[in-house]
């Protein structure tokens, strides 16, 4: 009977996790220290968009990487100013501690002057990706 109850435990446990892990995912967010981080033009290995930048940190075998890149690169082309630029996380580890990417695809939204306004962990939805540049531009 013990186990029985151990088991159910568990289950709920883990199926509590995995709710709200899911309707974390991809949310875009203003983090605590979102606003203090600035990105360089060095930093991303190109100039920043003219009016925001949309920064994906990636990995060779991510698959949501592949479909927040086409995301990002629509919503690039739709915006005027805004500027998609892909980060290899694994050739970039300095860039990735400093800002404290934890998983990919991470995104960051920067402002014209290169400062973190948002940033969503995940695959991200094209709409919060437009609502995101709100805040940026």
């Known amino acids: 009977m013990t186990g029985l109850v151990v088991c159910l435990a568990v289950l709920a446990a883990a199926s509590a996790f995995g709710v709200l892990h899911r309707r974390r995912d991809g949310r875009i967010r203003v983090g605590a220290k979102d606003g203090d981080e600035r990105l ?3 930093d991303l290995g190109g ?10 940190f990636s ?3 991510c698959a949501p990487c592949r479909a927040t890149r086409r995301v990002l690169a629509e919503v690039a082309a739709l915006v005027e100013g805004v500027r998609h630029v ?3 996380a694994e050739a970039q580890l300095d860039l990735v501690r ?3 990417i934890l998983r ?3 995104v960051l ?4 002057d290169g400062a973190v306004v948002r940033r969503a962990s995940g695959q991200p939805r094209k709409a919060d990706v437009i609502a995101a540049l709100g805040a940026a531009v």
Do not use: K, M, N, Y
Not at 47 to 56: H, I
Not at 109 to 112: P, S
């Open 40 to 42: 360089t033009a060095a």
């Open 47 to 56: 100039p920043l968009g003219e009016r925001a930048t949309l920064v994906q």
């Open 59 to 61: 990995s060779a075998f």
């Open 86 to 88: 892909e980060i290899d």
């Open 98 to 100: 400093r800002l404290h």
């Open 104 to 106: 990919t695809p991470t």
């Open 109 to 112: 939204v920067l402002d014209a």
